[in-house]
């Protein structure tokens, strides 16, 4: 191992929670957005989880909830783990599948999550195409709620430039937005809801490393 892997590792260690340091969705970032998230969400109603991965998410919200879980991943293995985590196996449904073709119909869901993925995507026509299918499938007065990593922010910038020296092992792409990038893809979808951006963590106001997204949909009202 490299002395700026081993240093990070070492980093990692110290600033992560220590029950998801070995967890391919956790660490410092995934962790503030998946707690943020839960104090965005209602007790009840069905929850479609696209990118599911290990479970994470949750696991935050607890087994006490009403809600209805549906959980979505491509990684059959990842959504197994989330599943086999999961204590209330009659409140949830564990599928494989592709989040830009997903198998739900029209205004199923209260919220859907995408969490802590469109880091991997440099396509923005992917990311549009997913959030046009979350959308979709939530309903009219739904609530659709994502993350995104801000590449005007230093620590992201150097980090994905050095991702070979700090993170050798890693085979995923890595990529940040500016915010303006990211508006030019909501606005393709022609949205009618409001928008609210919270910088994560939430005590870093200007320029924050990353943003989540929630967008509250209306059955009526002034297009954005």
Request: aromatic share 10%.
């Amino acid at each position: 191992m490299n002395p700026i892997a081993f240093f990070t590792n070492k980093l990692r260690n110290i600033i992560e929670k220590k029950d998801e340091i070995k967890e391919p969705s956790g660490g410092f970032l995934p962790y503030r957005m998946r707690q943020k998230t839960v104090s965005l969400l209602k007790n009840h109603g069905k929850l479609l989880d696209v990118g599911a991965g290990e479970g994470l998410l949750l696991k935050a919200i607890g087994p006490k909830t009403e809600k209805w879980f549906y959980c979505i991943d491509l990684d059959r293995k990842k959504w197994q783990q989330s599943a086999a985590r999961w204590p209330n196996k009659e409140r949830a449904l564990f599928v494989s599948g592709d989040g830009q073709h997903l198998p739900f119909k029209d205004n199923v869901f209260d919220e859907v999550t995408l969490l802590n993925i469109f880091l991997n995507i440099t396509d923005e026509r992917v990311i549009a195409a997913l959030l046009r299918e979350a959308l979709r499938v939530s309903h009219a007065t739904g609530k659709v709620i994502f993350d995104y990593r801000n590449r005007r922010n230093l620590m992201i910038f150097l980090s994905y430039k050095t991702v070979s020296f700090h993170d050798p092992e890693l085979e995923l792409p890595l990529r940040g937005f500016s915010r303006g990038e990211l508006e030019g893809v909501l606005q393709s979808l022609s949205l009618n809801g409001d928008i609210v951006y919270y910088p994560i963590p939430s005590w870093w106001k200007v320029n924050p490393p990353a943003y989540l997204v929630e967008i509250q949909k209306r059955a009526e009202g002034a297009r954005i």
